[in-house]
């Protein structure tokens, strides 16, 4: 699975790297990027939670 912030959409909240801390970093400022473009088999679900998670709705996961 890849995954992808788009930054154009974060707003910085930071509760993807609260639901799956070792997908995403967060910038000085707040905003997240991800660790890994591909993500290992046991990230996903946590992945998928912070996906689900984010207010702004700027995580994009592609399998
Ligand atoms: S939860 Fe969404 S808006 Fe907040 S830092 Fe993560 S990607 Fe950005």
New binding site residues.
């Given amino acids: 699975m890849k995954v992808r912030?788009d930054m154009s959409?974060?707003?910085?909240?930071?509760?993807?790297?609260d639901e799956a801390p070792a997908v995403?970093t967060?910038d000085e400022w707040?905003?997240?990027q991800a660790v890994d473009d591909e993500l290992p088999p046991e990230q996903e679900a946590a992945a998928r939670r912070?996906a689900a998670?984010?207010?702004?709705r700027?995580?994009a996961l592609q399998e």
């Fill in positions: 912030v959409r974060c707003q910085a909240y930071g509760t993807c790297a995403f967060l707040g905003y997240a912070a998670a984010c207010p702004a700027a995580i």
